[in-house]
């Protein structure tokens, strides 16, 4: 079992940054292939980056490509997600996610652990 706490949510100003942090306790999360997702409200959880096991591989979606950055920790069992450049349209409720195995998924169901949210509203 896996348990995920994210934080660093919060509210700020378009242009603004903010940055994510996702720690894992429980067994160890090293070896999982970790994903920042995000819902807004009336629409479907989205997959924002992925991270593999070892940190050495990234994937983001179109949408936040450039201004977001995915980076890990293993040793503090930690993820996190840099944003910069905000927007009003990120505003969602952001989810860390666990899955078995190494590799990154885009999915949601792909991944087996998630955490409860930590909210993120960007203003105009």
């Known amino acids: 079992q896996v348990q995920l706490v994210e934080s660093g949510g919060g509210l700020v100003q378009a242009g603004g940054s903010l940055r994510l942090s996702c720690a894992a306790s429980g067994r160890s999360s090293s070896w999982n292939g970790m994903g920042w997702f995000r819902q807004a409200p009336g629409k479907e959880r989205e997959f924002v980056a992925g991270i593999n096991s070892s940190g050495g591989s990234t994937m983001y979606a179109d949408s936040i490509k450039g201004r977001f950055t995915i980076s890990r920790d293993n040793a503090k069992n930690t993820v996190y997600l840099q944003m910069n450049s905000l927007r009003p349209e990120d505003t969602a409720v952001y989810y860390c996610?666990?899955?078995?195995?190494?590799?990154?998924?885009?999915?949601?169901?792909?991944?087996?652990?998630w955490g409860q949210g930590t909210q993120v509203t960007v203003s105009s």
């Open positions: 996610a666990a899955r078995f195995g190494e590799l990154i998924s885009t999915n949601r169901y792909g991944y087996n652990y």
